[in-house]
């Protein structure tokens, strides 16, 4: 079994969550035509006061960035819920 | 014609562009799906689609052009607006419905 979800929890400690919850969707989409490349297929939530007055658009780059090269390889796809605490 | 360019004139000649996994008839991803279904409910039915499984250069390209590393994207009059979960959130909020009317009225 791989540690995507252990590396993804790594890089994501740099946005300092206080809370992360990782799901492993991989399974529901084995053979699809898009999922060719092998990666997985992962649901993310997310939350971190750094994304207090942020945008979606915003929230979602700085996940992207902090995830860095395990989205050009062991994630194939990303479902992502990112909130601040008062949007709880 | 370089990548990034033909990008650049496809999402400015075309007031909603989507980059996808399959056709909107035939999508061969979830998330594609959920997109090119988001934009039917918001009343955009002759949006230019893009099936990224049939050429690897845009594949590739399109990311590099929104900085922005998954597909589908979404492009309103030339501006990325962002993936399914965006396009699921705006959709909801109405931001989406909002967007997309003053684009088709240009």
Same mark, same amino acid.
């Given at each position: 079994m791989d540690n995507t979800i252990g590396l993804m929890r790594q890089r994501l400690a740099a946005l300092e969550p206080q809370d992360l919850h990782i799901e492993d969707e991989s399974a529901a989409h084995a053979?699809? =035509?898009? =999922?060719?490349?092998g990666g997985g297929h992962y649901r993310l939530t997310i939350v971190s006061?750094?994304? =207090?007055?942020?945008?979606s658009l915003a929230r979602h780059r700085s996940i992207y960035a902090a995830l860095g090269d395990l989205m050009q390889g062991s994630i194939h796809a990303l479902s992502i819920t990112a909130l601040s605490p008062d949007e709880l | 014609m370089d990548v990034q360019e033909l990008i650049r004139q496809q999402v400015t000649g075309h007031p909603v562009v989507l980059y996808m996994?399959?056709?909107?008839?035939?999508?061969?991803?979830g998330f594609s799906a959920n997109a090119a279904q988001i934009l039917k409910a918001c009343g955009v039915s002759d949006f230019f689609s893009v099936n990224v499984l049939e050429d690897q250069a845009i594949r590739e390209g399109v990311k590099a052009y929104a900085n922005?590393?998954?597909?589908p994207q979404l492009y309103v009059n030339g501006q990325f607006v962002g993936g399914s979960d965006i396009m699921r959130e705006m959709y909801q909020s109405g931001e989406l419905q909002k967007l997309l009317t003053a684009a088709q009225a240009h």
């Open positions: 053979g699809h =035509a898009g =999922a060719r490349s006061p750094r994304f =207090a007055g942020m945008n | 996994k399959g056709t909107p008839q035939f999508p061969q991803c922005w590393p998954t597909i």
